[in-house]
Antibody, heavy 113, light 112 residues
Framework: EVQLVESGGALVQPGASLRLSCEASGFSFSTYWMSWIRQAPGKGLEWVAHIKEDGSEKYYVDSVKGRFTISRDSAKNSLYLQMNSLRAEDTAVYYC??????WGQGTMVTVSS | DVVMTQSPLSLPVTLGQPASISCRSSQSLVKSDGTTRLYWFQQRPGQSPRRLIYWVSNRDSGVPDRFSGSGSGTDFTLKISRVEAEDVGVYYCMQGIYWPHTFGQGTKLEIK
């Protein structure tokens, strides 16, 4: 059974940094592209970042370019999202997703003073 | 970015009746390999999204056959043949060919 478990969400002040993690199990992690999707409270879904199977290609939505970095560690079957210079508009539930198919339960990030 | 436009945004349906959601993309979603990268997701209240349909019309494992997808190029439709109580939630279309991948605004299905 595919499992994706996110962690690392928190309440932080504007300008702070945060690192989200997603621990994957139940599939061969190194053979799937992975993504982070977010959903602001009461709003729709927004694709944040994507990383190829081997980490060689990464894509970001414009609003996070230069602030967020997606990475993966196949030895730990884990996906990460390093978020710097956080803004109020980054407040959302962040989901880890496997190749457009399987989703985690999400982790909440709140940016507020 | 490719804009995905869904209609309607709110869909009240009587139990047992059909429902239909339209999704239109601002660019063709046909990939060079001939596949069309249009997906449908369901998000039930308080839950994570779940993929229902991939590549326009292919149902994911475990998805009831009352759900069907159709369309081509830039115009797509998700149909539910007979709505059940468990179908309440928000439905999103998504394009998976251009970066960033983009979602429609969501269609909220509720029972009348």
């Amino acid at each position: 059974e595919v499992q994706l478990v996110e962690s690392g969400g928190a309440l932080v002040q504007p300008g702070a940094s945060l690192r989200l993690s997603c621990e994957a199990s139940g599939f061969s992690f190194s053979t799937y592209w992975m993504s982070w999707i977010r959903q602001a409270p009461g709003k729709g879904l927004e694709w944040v970042a994507h990383i190829k199977e081997d980490g060689s290609e990464k894509y970001y939505v414009d609003s996070v370019k230069g602030r967020f970095t997606i990475s993966r560690d196949s030895a730990k079957n884990s996906l990460y999202l390093q978020m710097n210079s956080l803004r109020a508009e980054d407040t959302a539930v962040y989901y880890c997703m496997r190749q457009g198919q399987d989703w985690g339960q999400g982790t909440m990030v709140t940016v507020s003073s | 970015d490719v804009v995905m436009t869904q209609s309607p945004l709110s869909l009240p349906v009587t139990l047992g009746q059909p429902a239909s959601i339209s999704c239109r993309s601002s660019q063709s979603l046909v990939k060079s390999d001939g596949t069309t990268r249009l997906y449908w997701f369901q998000q039930r209240p308080g839950q994570s999204p779940r993929r229902l349909i991939y590549w326009v019309s292919n149902r994911d494992s475990g998805v009831p056959d009352r759900f069907s997808g159709s369309g081509s190029g830039t115009d797509f439709t998700l149909k539910i043949s007979r709505v059940e109580a468990e179908d309440v939630g928000v439905y999103y279309c998504m394009q998976g060919i251009y970066w960033p991948h983009t979602f429609g605004q969501g269609t909220k299905l509720e029972i009348k």
